[in-house]
């Protein structure tokens, strides 16, 4: 239960399929335990899922029929809401049927380089261990207000799919895909030179700098090597797609997450090299197959001519159409095409839009939620958010301007919670009504 008592501990949790809450009324949803510090936690033994057992829809090809079924399951089915036996009567009487008002997200607390920390972080044991007792279903709720940073790698691992449901089979799942993904590195790595996939390691070869440029660790040999490695290898083994620049974004997330499990404090200046060699192994395999997973649902967006990105924008395009006709016709008016700005909050989920800590943080929500689809209504609500500066500006070049360098420096949890309350109430209004955002 300690993994619960953490969660329970937060703000109250908002989300399609579980709406948000009253930002007046103070509510605990389970009684008050314990709660347990994850960083503490060593090596120990977590108890099993029970109703976790029946597992996930993996591809592991190893007796996986026991597993089938559960965090496989797809992230777009609705889930039910909580029993109104877990809220009080003001709180139920505050929700009717089709109406939600987003809560105020707390602080942001989960920031990569805390202040006060040391100029580079401290090595620990790895604090992922925690015992999450609990269903696919509450993972997925209490995921979406965000995760805390102590348990968040192995809840990453669980919902991406990655890390097998069943406590028994995890070790020896974990132990196999690791093996596999560097026998992959052995079977095809050394082709890169080859004529075939030279000019795909060029491209690779060139991205990778370019990734966060201002972070520190993501300037360092080793780690560009890591990414290296990862990028052929996935392009290599999806040759429907092949690489495509701003792939190499999607792997830093699960890098960092999969990286603060072994650093205390201050990841973005830790130094890759003095983490031993199985443990660096390690998080660059799990990187590599979670950052598979992830593609493995928006792959469109990646073959040729971006069809996947292609329809987005133009559902982006008709959805502002309906909520805000102004921002519609002001770039209508000065000739702005979605595409010129939106084409690349889709490519990269608006990760070049905000600063990473909060990007960790969306996706969080979009483990949850699912990555594909209320991706749409998070760039619709970031666009919305913009509104005052995009109706000042009065020209073409001023106007590209802005939506290329959006001012999120200084972003962090509170507005990326209240980016997702919006993208939850548009998400509401429109998901199942498309017909509302077509003319």
């Known amino acids: 239960m300690g993994f619960l008592c953490f969660f329970f501990s ?18 605990t949803f389970l009684k008050d335990t314990p709660k347990t510090n994850s960083l503490n936690v060593k090596s120990k033994k977590a108890s099993s899922f029970h109703e976790f057992a029946r597992s996930t829809n993996d591809a592991w090809d190893i007796e996986d029929e026991d597993d089938e079924g559960l965090l496989g399951a797809t992230h777009t089915s609705a889930a039910p809401r909580p029993p109104l036996s877990t809220l009080s009567e003001c709180e139920a009487d505050a929700h009717p049927a089709g109406r939600q008002s987003p809560p105020r997200p707390e602080p942001c607390r989960d920031r990569l380089q805390p202040d006060g ?23 997925r709720k209490h995921s979406w207000s965000g995760i805390p940073r102590e348990v968040r790698p192995i809840t990453w691992r669980l919902l991406s799919g ?7 089979r995890r070790e020896l799942v974990l132990r196999r895909k690791r093996e596999e993904y560097f026998g992959f590195i052995e079977q095809y790595y050394d082709s890169r030179t080859d004529e075939h996939h030279r000019d795909t390691y060029r491209q690779i070869h060139t991205d990778i700098p370019r990734t966060n440029p201002l972070i520190p660790l993501f300037q360092q040999p080793l780690v560009q090597e890591v990414f290296e490695r990862i990028l052929f290898i996935w392009a290599i083994r999806h040759p429907a797609s092949g690489y495509v620049q701003g792939i190499n974004d999607l792997v830093t997330p699960f890098f960092v997450v999969f990286l603060s499990e072994f650093v205390e404090e201050d990841v973005e200046n830790f130094e890759m090299s003095a983490l031993p060699l199985e443990t660096q192994r390690n998080i660059e395999a799990d990187s590599f197959w979670c950052m598979s997973k992830l593609l ?6 990646y073959t040729f001519a971006q069809p996947g990105i292609q329809i987005k924008v133009k559902a982006l395009e008709e959805l502002v159409s309906r909520i805000d006709e102004d ?9 702005v095409e979605y595409l010129q700005f939106a084409f690349r909050w889709m490519n990269n989920l608006l990760m070049r839009e905000l600063p990473l800590r909060c ?8 483990q949850s939620e699912g990555f594909s689809h209320f991706h749409l209504y998070v760039c619709a609500a970031f666009l919305i958010e913009w509104r005052k500066e995009i109706l000042s500006m009065s020209d073409f070049q001023n106007l590209l301007m802005l939506l290329q360098n959006l001012p999120t420096i200084h972003w962090g949890n509170e507005e990326v919670g209240l980016l997702l309350a919006e993208a939850y109430r548009l998400k509401y209004m429109f998901a199942d009504a498309p017909n509302h955002y077509r003319r």
Do not use: C
């Open 10 to 27: 937060m703000q109250p949790v908002y989300g399609a399929q579980h709406p948000p809450l009253d930002p007046r009324i103070q509510h």
């Open 117 to 139: 920390g040391p100029a580079n972080g401290r090595v620990v044991k790895s604090s992922s261990e925690a015992q999450l007792n609990t269903t696919a279903e509450e993972l």
């Open 162 to 168: 990655y890390l097998p449901a069943n406590m028994e």
């Open 296 to 301: 493995d649902g928006i792959q469109d967006n």
């Open 327 to 335: 921002i519609h016709s002001h770039f209508q008016k000065y000739e």
């Open 359 to 366: 990007t960790i943080r969306l996706w969080d929500t979009y």
